[in-house]
Structures are given as structure tokens and as C-alpha cells.
């Protein structure tokens, strides 16, 4: 019988000290920057970013708890102006007070400057979460004054953990028989998130009356009876913006509507939509349409004049745009493939032929010698080497097999052939 009056399991299995947090290391391990600053004492003010159930919010409390502060939270959601100012006054009177506020990236820019002067004078000691990329939802002049700490989502070892400490210390389940036969798919449907797993532990547990045998048949069953339409504070945002995301790339612009239609009615924000079709259109799209990125770029900044609700017709004609767009993968792929050289070969020498020459002494060291200027040869291609000697004729670009870059393959062919040999 599910009581009430009791937390919810998440609740109860949360940490009180950073030797009871699992995962994230490398910040609260021996060597963690955020355990040094608690056993120094010197707790800066910092925004702590990451996926959904991580432990944002306990990494907060547990810091309130060891420097024994003056510990104030806010929701981003529903705090505004006045509410950080009542905050600020109180913490005048206090020493250094802790203000924890979670999804800071929601907070517009007249609520994040409220808090710049408590923050540069100290009054404050500021700890922010975000799911966002802070340096696209928080102000630069607040970012400037804190410290950024990326959060990892939990690995499987991670998980196994939890759900053991889970059905072994909490108080509750202890006092059932549980045993986990099979685990594959609450790591799959929990996605690294820690809260959203001890959800569907609690689930389970609460859907079958004596002892339980947790096979992935009876989590996955369990999870698509009490799966909600849409929870922008974390238990499916990922999960529908992966759908989207997957299916303008699939091409199936009805699956892509519909999973708009799921974030706009979740009152998901309209920026967090309109800047991953922005990411879509040259990751996914690129070059097979270049006027992608431009439709996508638009849309971004049409939405942010509009707001809801006539932003979503703008949502809609910009997804279904990119879904019957062709694809192309090959910017995405030959970028990757360039940074992994360089992190492999690190800073090779520029070629001289291809070195600036400012000055008469770099001209006498040869900068700039034997260099070829393109448009003074046939159909402006000069069949000169521009990478370095280490790793001369590498092929990081790849032509895709849509029409576009089809064309554009051709065209190359034959002023590629004597140069590479293909």
C-alpha cells in the first residue's frame, strides 16, 4: 500500500556528505575541486551544470551542510526580482549565506543582475544549476564572477551502485524481498539519471505486492503504465528532444511535428528548440542544403522576438523544412576527424610555402616561397599541398551521396585526381 505521507525514495536516498555521493569524482573525489574548496573553507560562488539527476541539488545542500551556512534555495521557475532581493536582505545579516538556485537558466537578464552586487561583495555565496549551457543562458557578467563545473550523467557502474545502496539502506525497501535479475533496461530507460532511476525502483516496488523479481520485461512494463505526457523539469526532456531530434534527421517530418507539439505543450522554452535545430542544420543537413542553417538561424531569432503561442507556427514550418531537407553528414564527420589529428599530432608546423611574411627577414627564411595564388590557374584550382608534411594528403572531407554534394563531388573529381590519386 503506497503511503503518502512518506518522501519519495529519491528523497530519502539523498546524500548527506560527499562520501555518500556516487558519481561525479571528479569534482568531489580526494583530488575533486569542489571537496578542496569545502575542506578549505572557500567556497566560491559557481554554477554547477549537467544533465537531470546528476546531483546538482545535493552537491548544493551537502556544501550548505559541511561549511555550516546560512542555506536559502529559489526555483528559477517560479522566484522573481523580489524574492532575491528578500534573500540578498537576509543575508546581509548573516555570514556569507549560501543562495541555491536551481534552473538559474530560466531566470531572464533583470533577475540575474539582481544577484551581480550580492555576488561580487560576498553577501552571497551563489551555487546555480543548469541543464543549459551556461554560456548561452547565463549573463556574461554573472558568469565572469562564477566558477563552472560540469556534471557527467552517471555510468552503469554508477547505477548499480545506487540501486544496491537503495534496496539495502532505505527503510522501506529493505524490509522487502528484491532482487534484480536483470538490470539492462533500468540503466537504458534511467539514461545516467539518478533521480529518474530510484523513480522507477519506487515504481516497481510499489506496482508488485511481495516479493519481487526485477526482470527488464517488468521494468519496461512498469515504465509505460506511468510515463508521463511531457516533464520539462527533467524526467523526459531528453528523452522527446532525442525523438525530435532523431526524427528530423530520419527525415519524417510527422514524427517531427509531433514531438514538437509534445515540448510546446510541456511549455518547453521555445529557445531550447529552436537552437537544436540550429545545431540539426549544419550537423545533419550542412552542405547537401546549406540554406538549412539559414531557415534554422531565422527561426531562432524570429521565436525570440515572437514568444508563444505564434512562435509554434514558426517552430513547425522551420522542423518540417529541415525533416524534408536532404542530409549530410560530412562537415560534422570532417571536423571530428581534423580534431582528432590534431589532438593526435598536436601542433605541427605550418608549411612555409603557406606562412605569412610580414618583414624582409621572414621573406630571406623562406615564408611565403613557392606559394601558388588559386585564381591565377585554371578554374581557380592549384594542385599545391596545404597540410603539413606529417600528415600531407589526409582526407578529412568525405562528399555525401545526396545531389548536392554529389555535384559538388564531380566538379572535384577530375582537379582531385593527379593531386590525391583518387
Same mark, same amino acid.
Given at each position: 500500500?503506497?503511503?503518502?505521507?512518506?518522501?519519495?525514495?529519491?528523497?530519502?536516498?539523498?546524500?548527506?556528505?560527499?562520501?555518500?555521493?556516487?558519481?561525479?569524482?571528479?569534482?568531489?573525489?580526494?583530488?575533486?575541486?569542489?571537496?578542496?574548496?569545502?575542506?578549505?573553507?572557500?567556497?566560491?560562488?559557481?554554477?554547477?551544470?549537467?544533465?537531470?539527476?546528476?546531483?546538482?541539488?545535493?552537491?548544493?545542500?551537502?556544501?550548505?551542510?559541511?561549511?555550516?551556512?546560512?542555506?536559502?534555495?529559489?526555483?528559477?521557475?517560479?522566484?522573481?526580482?523580489?524574492?532575491?532581493?528578500? !534573500? +540578498?536582505?537576509? @543575508?546581509?545579516?548573516?555570514?556569507?549565506?549560501?543562495?541555491?538556485?536551481? /534552473?538559474? &537558466?530560466?531566470?531572464?537578464? #533583470?533577475?540575474?543582475?539582481?544577484?551581480?552586487?550580492?555576488?561580487?561583495?560576498?553577501?552571497?555565496?551563489?551555487?546555480?544549476?543548469?541543464?543549459?549551457?551556461?554560456?548561452?543562458?547565463?549573463?556574461?557578467?554573472?558568469?565572469?564572477?562564477?566558477?563552472?563545473?560540469?556534471?557527467?550523467?552517471?555510468?552503469?557502474?554508477?547505477?548499480?551502485?545506487?540501486?544496491?545502496?537503495?534496496?539495502?539502506?532505505?527503510?522501506?525497501?529493505?524490509?522487502?524481498?528484491?532482487?534484480?535479475?536483470?538490470?539492462?533496461?533500468?540503466?537504458?530507460?534511467?539514461?545516467?539519471?539518478?533521480?529518474?532511476?530510484?523513480?522507477?525502483?519506487?515504481?516497481?516496488?510499489?506496482?508488485?505486492?511481495?516479493?519481487?523479481?526485477?526482470?527488464?520485461?517488468? !521494468? +519496461?512494463?512498469? @515504465?509505460?503504465?506511468?510515463?508521463?505526457?511531457?516533464?520539462?523539469?527533467? /524526467?523526459? &526532456?531528453?528523452?522527446?528532444? #532525442?525523438?525530435?531530434?532523431?526524427?528530423?534527421?530520419?527525415?519524417?517530418?510527422?514524427?517531427?511535428?509531433?514531438?514538437?507539439?509534445?515540448?510546446?505543450?510541456?511549455?518547453?522554452?521555445?529557445?531550447?528548440?529552436?537552437?537544436?535545430?540550429?545545431?540539426?542544420?549544419?550537423?545533419?543537413?550542412?552542405?547537401?542544403?546549406?540554406?538549412?542553417?539559414?531557415?534554422?538561424?531565422?527561426?531562432?531569432?524570429?521565436?525570440?522576438?515572437?514568444?508563444?503561442?505564434?512562435?509554434?507556427?514558426?517552430?513547425?514550418?522551420?522542423?518540417?523544412?529541415?525533416?524534408?531537407?536532404?542530409?549530410?553528414?560530412?562537415?560534422?564527420?570532417?571536423?571530428?576527424?581534423?580534431?582528432?589529428?590534431?589532438?593526435?599530432?598536436?601542433?605541427?608546423?605550418?608549411?612555409?610555402?603557406?606562412?605569412?611574411?610580414?618583414?624582409?627577414?621572414?621573406?630571406?627564411?623562406?615564408?611565403?616561397?613557392?606559394?601558388?595564388?588559386?585564381?591565377?590557374?585554371?578554374?581557380?584550382?592549384?594542385?599545391?599541398?596545404?597540410?603539413?608534411?606529417?600528415?600531407?594528403?589526409?582526407?578529412?572531407?568525405?562528399?555525401?551521396?545526396?545531389?548536392?554534394?554529389?555535384?559538388?563531388?564531380?566538379?572535384?573529381?577530375?582537379?582531385?585526381?593527379?593531386?590525391?590519386?583518387?
Amino acid at each position: 500500500m503506497l503511503n503518502y505521507s512518506t518522501p519519495p525514495l529519491a528523497e530519502r536516498m539523498r546524500p548527506v556528505s560527499l562520501d555518500d555521493l556516487i558519481g561525479q569524482e571528479h569534482l568531489v573525489g580526494a583530488n575533486g575541486i569542489i571537496r578542496k574548496a569545502i575542506q578549505s573553507g572557500n567556497v566560491p560562488s559557481m554554477i554547477l551544470w549537467g544533465p537531470p539527476g546528476v546531483g546538482k541539488t545535493t552537491i548544493a545542500n551537502i556544501i550548505a551542510h559541511e561549511v555550516k551556512r546560512p542555506f536559502h534555495t529559489l526555483s528559477a521557475v517560479s522566484a522573481g526580482v523580489k524574492d532575491v532581493r528578500e !534573500v +540578498i536582505d537576509k @543575508a546581509k545579516y548573516s555570514t556569507r549565506a549560501i543562495l541555491f538556485i536551481d /534552473e538559474i &537558466h530560466r531566470f531572464n537578464k #533583470s533577475q540575474q543582475d539582481a544577484l551581480l552586487g550580492a555576488v561580487e561583495k560576498g553577501t552571497i555565496t551563489l551555487i546555480g544549476a543548469t541543464t543549459e549551457n551556461p554560456s548561452f543562458e547565463v549573463n556574461s557578467a554573472l558568469l565572469s564572477r562564477c566558477q563552472v563545473y560540469t556534471l557527467k550523467s552517471l555510468d552503469e557502474s554508477d547505477l548499480l551502485k545506487l540501486v544496491h545502496q537503495a534496496l539495502t539502506r532505505d527503510e522501506v525497501l529493505k524490509k522487502r524481498k528484491i532482487s534484480v535479475k536483470e538490470h539492462q533496461a533500468l540503466l537504458n530507460i534511467s539514461g545516467g539519471d539518478a533521480r529518474k532511476l530510484l523513480n522507477l525502483i519506487q515504481l516497481i516496488s510499489e506496482s508488485v505486492e511481495g516479493d519481487i523479481d526485477v526482470t527488464d520485461e517488468l !521494468v +519496461i512494463n512498469t @515504465a509505460q503504465k506511468h510515463i508521463a505526457i511531457y516533464d520539462k523539469s527533467g /524526467e523526459q &526532456h531528453y528523452d522527446i528532444i #532525442s525523438a525530435f531530434i532523431k526524427s528530423l534527421r530520419g527525415s519524417d517530418p510527422n514524427a517531427a511535428v509531433y514531438y514538437l507539439a509534445r515540448m510546446i505543450e510541456g511549455g518547453e522554452d521555445v529557445k531550447f528548440i529552436a537552437r537544436r535545430m540550429v545545431i540539426l542544420a549544419s550537423e545533419d543537413i550542412g552542405n547537401a542544403n546549406p540554406t538549412a542553417l539559414i531557415m534554422a538561424t531565422t527561426t531562432f531569432q524570429a521565436v525570440n522576438l515572437i514568444g508563444y503561442p505564434e512562435a509554434q507556427l514558426i517552430l513547425s514550418q522551420c522542423a518540417i523544412y529541415l525533416a524534408c531537407s536532404p542530409k549530410s553528414n560530412s562537415a560534422t564527420v570532417a571536423i571530428g576527424t581534423a580534431m582528432n589529428a590534431v589532438h593526435e599530432n598536436g601542433d605541427l608546423p605550418v608549411p612555409l610555402s603557406i606562412r605569412n611574411a610580414p618583414t624582409k627577414l621572414m621573406k630571406d627564411m623562406g615564408y611565403g616561397k613557392q606559394y601558388q595564388y588559386a585564381h591565377n590557374y585554371e578554374k581557380n584550382f592549384v594542385d599545391m599541398e596545404f597540410l603539413p608534411d606529417k600528415i600531407k594528403g589526409t582526407k578529412f572531407y568525405e562528399p555525401g551521396k545526396n545531389a548536392r554534394e554529389e555535384e559538388l563531388r564531380n566538379y572535384l573529381k577530375k582537379l582531385w585526381k593527379e593531386k590525391y590519386g583518387y
